[in-house]
């Protein structure tokens, strides 16, 4: 079973940036035919996607972030990053990192353990 392992979150000021990473326990066969995706989860609020890039390299964001993160890949090294920049207090999450491909009516979709990111005022 692949597990995804999400780094860098943490605590940062309002203004600030992080950049997350994401990196899978072991190689993912077609990984590069996969959508690589971030999640994140405020308390009392549901799961909500921020930014996805897909295996022909669109990419998708949330329109609260739109500007401030990029999304982006590296299929050699089973990694996906999301680089936050102008953080703002309405950021802080959990973030989850998600990497999708449905295949002949199967769904490969793997998630990681989530990683906390705090932006004070």
């Known amino acids: 079973q692949v597990q995804l392992v999400e780094s860098g979150g943490g605590l940062v000021q309002a203004g600030g940036s992080l950049r997350l990473s994401c990196t899978a326990s072991r190689r993912i066969i077609g990984i590069n035919a996969m959508d690589w995706g971030w999640y994140r989860q405020a308390p009392g609020k549901q799961r909500e996607l921020v930014a996805r890039?897909?295996?022909?390299?669109?990419?998708t964001y949330a329109d609260s972030v739109k500007g401030r993160f990029t999304i982006s890949r590296d299929d050699a090294a089973n990694t996906g990053y999301l680089q936050m920049n102008s953080l703002k207090p309405e950021d802080t999450a959990v973030y989850y990192c998600?990497?999708?491909?449905?295949?002949?009516?199967?769904?490969?979709?793997?998630w990681g353990q989530g990683t906390q990111v705090t932006v004070s005022s």
């Open positions: 890039v897909t295996s022909e390299h669109r990419t």
């Open positions: 998600n990497v999708y491909r449905r295949l002949m009516a199967v769904d490969y979709d793997y």
